[in-house]
């Protein structure tokens, strides 16, 4: 779901709530992370702010970019109006256009190949269900302080599986 042009002001607003979300991977598959910075902002203040992270032993930079959007999502306790900021063209891509041909074709490719990551796509396809989610691409590694953060998140999400 996206949000159209609405204000957020009045009693029933909700606050501005953004995600900043990171993979990182040592080798492709190897040891990874996730990280996700969550922002809660009322009049451009913010009010709250969260830090998720955590890693695998052996995964793939997709895939730790893809957890970290859920781990977004779902730590969420209530419907919300969220916009998760991402330095993957693959995540926003993928659940902003490509994934309505995979489930239209029964998850397969448009090549008629299986989804790569096809249980975490549907997982992140359940998570967005209850939430009005805009997806936000910015480049990695370009200075933007959350974006950095969210990078760092995950590189300490990664830290334990290497050896």
């Not at 190897?30 to 969260?50: D, S």
């Not at 998720?52 to 969420?76: F, P």
Request: aromatic fraction near 6%; include cysteine; proline fraction near 6%.
């Amino acid at each position: 779901m996206t949000q159209a042009n609405r204000p957020n002001t009045g009693p029933d607003a909700m606050p501005d709530l953004f995600a900043y979300t990171d993979g990182a991977c040592s080798g492709n598959p190897g040891p990874g992370g996730w990280g996700c910075l969550l922002i809660a902002r009322e009049g451009g203040t913010v009010v709250k702010q969260k830090d998720l992270s955590g890693g695998a032993k052996l995964t793939t930079n997709n895939q730790m970019e893809l957890l970290a959007a859920i781990s977004a999502l779902e730590s969420l306790t209530k419907p919300s109006r969220i916009t998760i900021v991402t330095d993957s063209v693959y995540v926003k891509d993928g659940i902003t256009s490509w994934i309505h041909g995979w489930k239209k074709r029964g998850w397969k490719t448009a090549a008629n190949k299986p989804v790569k990551n096809e249980e975490l796509w549907k997982r992140l396809d359940a998570a967005t269900a209850s939430h009005e989610v805009m997806w936000r691409w910015v480049k990695g590694h370009a200075g933007h302080p959350e974006n950095e953060r969210a990078d760092e998140l995950a590189r300490a999400g990664m830290a334990p599986f290497k050896t």
